[in-house]
């Protein structure tokens, strides 16, 4: 049996739009089920819940477009291994693609987040290792250090020469100079 599900939201496709595709995949109009977002959220997803709750094995899930049956990516794949599970498959009228989703794939999906999951977690610790040892902990690199420092020091120290005139040599603001150096004498 043909289900069809209308997801509307402020960025989406219209009623109107969703409805005639749904008429255009032989849905009967008392089988269409509509979640309203347009309020924004948070998302109850009553209609959808109740038409997967409904749904038995043969039947086919019609939507106008993918992103329709969901508002994210986990949203998306816990409604089609459900669809699954039940032993359903959806039907994308925009692309005429039909889709069963096999069992396996929910465990293929959830291998694949958690790889990418440890490798972003892996990449995090690096960089903050390095932030670490390098003892920047973010930011721009500082203009002043090493010999330049030291040299803006020197030139800090004698009182004839202005603040300007160093801060333009070096640069950098005569703010970030009473910063990095303190007070002249």
């Known amino acids: 049996m043909k289900l069809g599900y209308v997801r509307l939201s402020v960025a989406g496709p219209s009623l109107d739009s969703q409805l005639a595709a749904q008429r255009s995949a032989g849905v009967h109009p008392s089988k269409i089920m509509i979640d309203d977002h347009q309020a ?60 069963v989703w096999h069992p396996d794939a929910a465990g293929i999906v959830d291998f694949a987040r958690r790889a990418t999951s440890g490798i972003r977690l892996e990449v995090d610790a690096k960089m903050q290792r390095g932030r670490v040892l390098s003892e920047r902990l973010g930011g721009p690199r500082p203009k002043l250090e090493g010999d330049r420092l030291e040299r803006a020091r020197r030139l800090w120290e004698d009182p004839v020469i202005p603040a300007q005139a160093i801060a333009d040599e070096f640069e950098v603001s005569v703010r970030t100079l009473y910063r990095r150096l303190g007070d002249r004498n």
């Open 40 to 99: 924004g959220a948070p998302y109850a997803f009553e209609a959808r819940s109740m038409l997967l709750f409904s749904m038995k094995s043969g039947d086919e899930l019609v939507v106008a477009a993918a992103s329709r049956l969901g508002v994210g990516l986990d949203d998306v794949l816990g409604v089609l291994a459900e669809v699954s599970r039940r032993g359903a498959s959806v039907f994308d009228v925009e692309t005429g693609q039909r889709s």
